[in-house]
């Protein structure tokens, strides 16, 4: 149903190395031959259909555990994008935060130093996902424009309020630091 909805556009599979090696092969079969059958119906229909798909694991070693069809991987993976963790793009993490925000606010919102400090100190082993469910969170939670850690995650928020953990690490601070002159530039419009 998804390929025939998307026919004429693009359809994005998320977390596609999850895929049963049982549906692999009917997957590889539409995107061979550009058709689908219908569940019920005895007729194929074309379909015009560009395909993106994202994982988070490594599909090289999947065909090699035999988890993943080789055959499939081929067929999938003409234009190769590998974007690093969140926690290796901490410039990355209050631009994002602040664009979730507005999103789920409706309108501008700002974070406290103390939220944009806990923000920029987590791992997000959850990436982006995680994220947007803690801006989702703090947005929900807020009573006005301005996001303080408490409006956080727990164990986000306690991030923030012991600087001694964030200090532990100086490579770590450093790229705090970096991240948080660097959104607020983008704030001030480089002024």
């Known amino acids: 149903g998804v390929f025939r909805s998307a026919s004429g556009g693009t359809l994005f599979l998320d977390e596609i190395g999850e895929l049963p090696l049982t549906l692999q ?25 560009r395909l993106v798909v994202a994982t988070h694991r490594d599909l090289d070693q999947e065909v ?23 926690r290796n793009r901490t410039a990355d993490i209050l631009p994002l935060a602040r664009l979730y925000a507005t999103q789920f606010a409706g309108g501008p919102v700002r974070l406290s130093p103390q939220a944009a400090q806990s923000l920029l100190v987590h791992s997000w082993p959850g990436n982006v996902r995680e994220l947007r469910n803690a801006m989702q969170r703090a947005c929900l ?17 306690a991030l923030g309020a012991s600087p001694a953990e964030a200090a532990t690490d100086t490579d770590r601070l450093s790229q705090v630091e970096r991240a948080t002159i660097l959104a607020t530039l983008a704030e001030c419009a480089n002024n």
Not at 31 to 49: A, H, K, N, R, Y
Not at 141 to 157: F, M, Q, Y
């Open 25 to 49: 092969p009917k997957l590889l079969r539409a995107i061979e031959s550009g058709t689908i059958s219908p569940v019920g119906s005895d007729t194929s229909l074309q379909v015009d259909t």
């Open 64 to 86: 090699a555990a035999k988890r993943f069809r080789e055959d499939l991987y081929y067929r999938i993976n003409v234009v190769e994008v590998v974007l690093e963790p969140l």
């Open 141 to 157: 939670l807020s009573r006005g424009d301005v996001i303080l850690p408490e409006h956080l995650p727990p164990k986000i928020a």
